[in-house]
């Protein structure tokens, strides 16, 4: 049996204080490191994805090319890198960005309790997506998702409105 992944949790200076397993933490809402991969391509073109349709939260919902955990001891680089070959079935050199903490409870009754780290890329191919975790992607004009979002906030994971509503001029290379 599979032991469930930890989450590294931390205080509001981003230094680690401990490890828990990734349910309980959103269950009592800890504060926890994670990280937001946004990919480019040379027509400034954000790559998002679909969250599959299981995803214990926000299933279905379109966000950032990909995001997790880092694990114990990862860099915010090797994390990101990691999951986006999980995820969407490519890698390509990474930036850190920008990094906030926000909170945001769902209806199931986990909260996302995260100092997240964002991160930036470039890439011009399509993915290979991974469809236990991605139902769907596609590219989209930067303009185009922030009018998006305006009008159909509904459609978007939270942390991706928050990212977009306070760091877009963040993402950009």
Same mark, same amino acid.
């Given at each position: ?7 590294? !949790?931390?205080? &509001? ?5 401990? %490890? ?7 269950? +009592? =809402? ?53 999951? !986006?070959?999980? &995820? ?5 050199? %990474? ?7 926000? +909170? =945001? ?69």
């Amino acid at each position: 049996m599979k032991e469930e992944e930890k989450v590294i !949790l931390v205080n &509001e200076n981003d230094e680690q204080i401990g %490890l828990m397993p990734k349910l309980e933490a959103h269950q +009592k =809402a800890m504060l926890h490191r994670a990280f937001s991969v946004f990919i480019i391509n040379d027509k400034n073109e954000l790559m998002l994805q679909q969250r599959a349709l299981h995803k214990y939260h926000s299933p279905g919902l379109w966000t950032n090319t990909c995001c997790s955990h880092q694990r114990d001891g990862e860099s915010n680089i090797e994390a990101g890198t990691r999951r !986006l070959q999980e &995820e969407m079935g490519f890698t390509t050199s %990474l930036k850190d960005s920008v990094s906030f903490i926000y +909170k =945001a409870p769902f209806d199931n009754g986990l909260t996302e309790h995260e100092y997240d780290h964002v991160l930036i890329g470039t890439y011009h191919k399509d993915p290979v997506i991974n469809p236990d975790e991605v139902a769907d992607w596609k590219w989209m004009a930067i303009e185009s998702v922030k009018d998006d979002i305006l009008k159909h906030p509904e459609l978007y994971t939270e942390w991706f409105k928050i990212i977009f509503d306070k760091f877009y001029s963040h993402i950009t290379l």
